[in-house]
């Protein structure tokens, strides 16, 4: 294994660390801290090209080790996996008692929990089951002072208080390096069925959103799909703008969910509905699509978009209004857009800018979520925050004095 391997913003580390365990990963963290060496927490790495180039980077902490189940108390439904653990096989663990976790993110077989949980990335089930903060109930983590600190519980009760565990929740592992996380897991539904509509009009596809999460079967995600990004979902289908929906329940609820579903869509001028055959590689499909636009569309941009719900479709057509229409697919019903833009840029800073003012227009943020290297040194990821940056930097000051963890690389420098 190269050290190039782990190359952020052209910067490789000199050294890359694999703990046994976490009190020797503790002491590590520690040891960088004293010498002031900049660190990165590194899991599966499906995710570390979200946000800005470190301004300093020397060493590189691996988790892969903590890769246990903690605890299951199956029962009770709540589970302690360690932070290297994969969600593929967190999945396997959990299949056994017909129990899983709602996160569906890239590369599921290298993504770990721990990168997961500090990036703050969802997928479509965020819809039903709500962000991975939610059901983490309790967590320990690493600080640069070489501690492991429990936040949280293990049992699902209700906590006053701050709730020291979901700090560590996209917080892009600037405040310490998750070592555990405890979750609420959620029994399987006993039936599911997706579903596929199709449009000519975005107008149409839009005002169909609403009516679908309102039905007296609330679906557990719906995806909308530009007809490029469609296709590598479903290479045959046709029309200009798709929906994906996927609903659980019983079998009989699930009968009602498909008459419910093709009425709602059928009233917005849908041109085709269909069932679902292979829903599995479908939703499996679809939770790969960020890595599956960076990956394919290497010298493309990848932006994420998040507007008030009521403006989706305001949102869409800022984006789909640019020089080179971009290849989209959004949460819909969360209004949470990907968008992917081809083409060289001579101005890649102010194409940015234009797009996000416009974006704030409509109550929103961008994010840039990838772009080739000869474009990010001059962009910057994240959009502002606001108010809550001050909070941010206090954390920071009292988390990480020196500023050893993933310096630069988060909103504001942090």
């Known amino acids: 294994m190269t050290n190039e391997k782990f190359a952020l913003g052209g910067i490789a580390p000199q050294t890359i660390y694999t703990p046994r365990d976490a009190p020797e990963l503790a002491q590590i963290l520690a040891q960088c801290n004293s010498e002031k060496r900049a660190v990165v927490s590194w899991g599966g790495g499906t995710l570390q090209h979200i946000g800005n180039a470190p301004s300093q980077y020397n060493a590189v902490i691996q988790t892969t080790n903590l890769n246990q189940v903690v605890e299951y108390a199956f029962d009770d439904l709540t589970a302690t996996f360690g932070a290297g653990m994969t969600l593929a096989e967190i999945e396997r663990v959990l299949n056994e008692h017909g129990q899983f976790l709602p996160l569906d993110v890239p590369h599921p077989e290298r993504a770990t929990i721990g990168g997961v949980l500090a990036s703050g990335v969802n997928g479509a089930l965020r819809l039903r089951y709500g962000p991975a903060r939610d059901y983490m109930i309790g967590n320990r983590f690493a600080t640069v002072d070489g501690h492991i600190i429990k936040a949280g ?3 699902v009760k209700n906590v006053a208080g701050y709730e020291l565990h979901k700090v560590q929740v996209g917080a892009f592992g600037t405040l310490g390096i998750l070592t555990e996380a405890t979750f609420k897991l959620f029994p399987k539904p006993p039936a599911e069925i997706s579903l596929w509509a199709s449009f000519d009009e975005l107008s149409n596809a839009c005002a169909a959103v609403q009516p679908i999460w309102n039905l007296s079967t609330p679906p557990l995600a719906i995806e909308l799909l530009d007809a490029r990004t469609a296709r590598w979902i479903e290479p045959n289908t046709t029309g200009a703008w798709h929906i994906a929906a996927r609903f659980g329940g019983s ?3 699930m009968a009602a969910a498909r008459d419910l579903f093709s009425n709602a869509a059928q009233e917005n001028n849908a041109r085709s ?6 829903a599995k590689t479908l939703w499996s499909a679809i939770a790969d699509l960020p890595a599956t636009l960076r990956e394919n569309f290497s010298d493309a941009l990848l932006m ?8 989706l479709q305001n949102a869409l057509r800022v984006l789909l209004d640019t020089p080179n229409a971009p290849r989209i697919f959004s949460h819909a019903a969360v209004a949470s857009v990907y968008a992917s833009f081809d083409g060289a840029y001579a101005a890649p800073e102010t194409f940015v800018a234009t797009l996000r003012a416009r974006v704030h227009d409509l109550h929103g943020h961008l994010i840039v979520e990838s772009a080739p290297a000869s474009l990010k040194k001059n962009l910057y990821a994240w959009d502002d925050v606001g108010a809550s940056f001050k909070l941010m930097q206090s954390l920071k000051r009292k988390f990480d004095p020196n500023n050893i963890l993933n310096p630069g690389r988060f909103v504001g420098g942090i």
């Open 153 to 155: 519980s293990k049992v």
């Open 251 to 253: 079998k009989a609820t």
């Open 273 to 278: 509905v269909e069932a679902i055959d292979d």
């Open 304 to 311: 994420r978009v998040s507007v008030p719900p009521k403006e």
